[in-house]
């Protein structure tokens, strides 16, 4: 079965689109991939195309980033050149730009740090509102 | 297990989840099964009108066609699913996830599910990209 | 390539976008999406003032910002949401208003459901196209030499013959098989206009049966009635400059075209239900057994106050009426309120899309119904300008429009 794959390396990742593209032409696998301004698009049989994203992360495994993607590389149901930027460009955009968060985080999970607690917002009491409201 | 995620779209998520050892459930996987099927011809997302029937199921005919094809590719993956992860006041959430009243009631028909479900924040700073890694790595550990 | 921008929400998931691409696609236009950026969104919603909770009429607002400001090349714009959506329906109709305040590019709304078809699009993607590729043509304020329009609607189909920017011979049928329908009423227009077939110079056809009649008289031009007609209203009433609002409350369906100088810039054609057309009124004729054309004046004598009649369905239109008419209340009060009921649901469905400029023109068949231009007058607060010869709008416009394709001229 094929799997199209979206490689997206983090912002804060010393790692190039480039260098991600030319080491996995290097491994020599039956796959496609294509240079993006965020990584890469990979394409190819599924156990190939895992493969490849399991030996390819180790560039900087806490830095690259993966999810499938439903269309084909080029399809022209989805192109760009067709048809403008599909729907879900602008979300994959500020997540590929919030990415540094999440590179940071498992950075710092590894190092054993501890989430804190949920915040929860809450309103402000009248009578605390109130209080500083009369403060002069 | 097969973890939900909604945003069912988020890169972010559907990393994490991978990333913790568990299969994520992502729109993304549900449109490729339709858009591979050639005979039908109904681009760009391959969701005919059989699908947007399909829809009924979850949602009576007075809601809008756009609200009951979309939980017509995700209902059944929420059927699926033996666990989800729901991310709140992300930024984004274009795309397939764009109808606001599908997103509410995708999120019910989960927390309807009774499955384990972990809310988490969309981080605003790298002190909650941690919080946030840090959670959804404990949960999906407390799953295996 | 004509290039029709799309602002939507809903139609990848309604399975309606290949209709819609469809529909382009055969009048010879392609559908694009203006490009967005995740930082214009946000800068666009903020700018627009509106906020939407859905994400994807985020994703519109910018794209008809990337319009507005010129960032983007299109020649036409489509806006379309779910039909029953209240959100998608606020956002299509801002937006629609936003692109005409900034832009010069005709748009159309439309609100689906998952049944719609590509055909049911194909008039007003016509159309869009029409207005950007037929420009000069549409702004022709006279008919000159000897040209013929025929109008083949729903009801009824329509000739008239023009001799240097006048009317020379009209007539018209109730429509029965395409071919036959047209050759009687062009036969009863030439003779009237005292000149042969041969002697006409140029045809020109529209409404349903506009195909089959363009190639049967080898017309010089075959167009859809949005354009036509509002061509026809437009000379009919003298109203060739500035700004004005037809109205066609047709057999079948209903329009409402906005025109600046003559050209249409934004229309609404009823898609959704029949039961606020002409088709109503005939019904209501019917079961009262007399002729449509007397429902007027029958009209015109009632109240509608006194007679509950609600025709957003035609059926339980028809239902009201019987109930109304078995309390006892008069055929004039009843035909009054059936009048008022086409007027408020032509308000309620239609002119709810577009922005009504005044002068409004009523014309079509309709408008010779004199209890329904009154009760449009009513619910609009002035009354319509109803032309002579109203009816035959459709037919006039093919007559002037036809002639822009004489050598010569």
Request: charged share 25%.
């Amino acid at each position: 079965m094929r799997e199209t794959r979206l490689i997206m390396i983090s912002p804060a990742s010393g790692v190039t689109p480039d260098q991600v593209t030319r080491t996995i032409h290097t491994y020599g696998k039956r796959v496609v991939v294509k240079e993006s301004c965020y990584g890469a698009v990979l394409e190819g049989e599924r156990e190939i195309v895992r493969e490849v994203i399991a030996e390819v992360r180790k560039l900087d495994p806490n830095g690259i980033f993966t999810k499938v993607r439903a269309f084909h590389a080029g399809d022209p149901r989805r192109c760009r050149a067709h048809h403008g930027t599909r729907p879900g460009f602008a979300q994959l955009e500020q997540e590929w730009n919030d990415l540094w968060k999440i590179h940071f985080g498992l950075d710092r999970a590894e190092k054993g740090e501890r989430a804190n607690d949920r915040k929860v917002r809450k309103k402000l009491s009248v009578m605390e509102f109130k209080k500083i409201c009369e403060v002069k | 297990m097969k973890v939900f995620i909604d945003p069912p779209n988020s890169l972010i998520l559907f990393d994490l989840v991978e990333r913790f050892g568990h299969e994520p459930l992502s729109t993304m996987a549900a449109i490729q099964e339709k858009i591979d099927k050639i005979e039908i011809d109904m681009p760009p997302m391959n969701v005919s009108l059989e699908d947007v029937m399909k829809g009924l199921k979850y949602a009576g005919i007075e809601v809008p066609s756009g609200v009951r094809g979309r939980l017509a590719v995700w209902g059944p993956m929420i059927e699926e699913a033996e666990a989800a992860i729901i991310m709140e006041d992300c930024p984004y959430s274009f795309g397939c996830v764009g109808c606001h009243r599908t997103s509410l009631m995708v999120r019910y028909l989960i927390k309807r599910r009774g499955i384990p479900i972990l809310d988490v924040d969309y981080p605003n700073d790298e002190d909650e990209g941690r919080d946030l890694v840090v959670r959804i790595k404990e949960f999906l550990e407390a799953l295996k | 390539m004509i290039k029709i921008a799309q602002l939507s929400c809903g139609t990848e998931y309604s399975s309606v976008q290949y209709e819609v691409e469809k529909a382009a696609r055969s009048v010879g236009a392609t559908v694009v999406h203006p490009d967005v950026s995740a930082a214009d969104i946000n800068e666009a919603v903020e700018r627009f003032g509106f906020k939407p909770q859905s994400p994807q009429l985020k994703l519109m607002i910018a794209r008809a910002v990337q319009l507005a400001d010129r960032k983007y090349d299109a020649d036409a714009v489509f806006i379309a949401t779910c039909f029953r959506c209240a959100e998608g329906a606020l956002v299509r109709n801002e937006l629609r208003r936003f692109i005409q305040d900034n832009t010069r590019l005709p748009v159309v709304t439309y609100s689906f459901t998952e049944r719609l078809k590509a055909s049911q699009l194909l008039t007003r993607m016509e159309a869009l196209v029409t207005v950007v590729t037929r420009k000069e043509l549409l702004a022709r304020e006279r008919q000159t030499g000897i040209t013929a329009g025929i109008d083949s609607g729903s009801s009824t189909t329509k000739a008239v013959v023009m001799i240097d920017n006048r009317i020379a011979g009209k007539d018209w049928t109730p429509s029965g098989d395409v071919i036959a329908s047209a050759e009687t009423v062009m036969e009863n227009a030439l003779k009237e206009a005292g000149v042969k077939l041969k002697d006409v110079e140029a045809i020109g056809t529209t409404g349903y049966g506009r195909f089959r009649l363009g190639q049967h008289y080898n017309a010089k031009l075959v167009q859809e009635e949005l354009t036509v007609n509002s061509k026809g209203a437009v000379w009919l009433a003298d109203r060739q400059r500035g700004e004005a609002t037809i109205l066609d409350i047709g057999g079948m369906d209903n329009k409402a075209i906005t025109v600046r100088d003559g050209v249409p810039d934004n229309f609404t054609m009823g898609g959704i239900c029949a039961g606020a057309s002409g088709r109503f009124l005939e019904m209501v004729s019917k079961r009262l057994k007399i002729e449509v054309t007397e429902l007027g004046s029958l009209a015109d004598k009632g109240n509608w106050r006194n007679a509950k009649m609600n025709s957003y369905c035609s059926v339980f239109g028809i239902q009201d009426l019987v109930t109304t008419l078995g309390d006892g209340k008069t055929f004039e009060d009843v035909a009054a309120a059936a009048c008022h009921s086409v007027a408020e649901q032509v308000y309620e469905q239609q002119l709810q899309e577009i922005d009504v400029r005044h002068p409004i023109i009523q014309v079509g068949g309709t408008s010779l119904i004199s209890g329904l231009v009154t009760a449009v007058g009513e619910v609009l607060g002035s009354k319509p300008i109803v032309p002579a010869n109203s009816q035959y709008i459709g037919a006039v416009g093919g007559a002037i429009l036809s002639s822009g394709f004489l050598e010569g001229v």
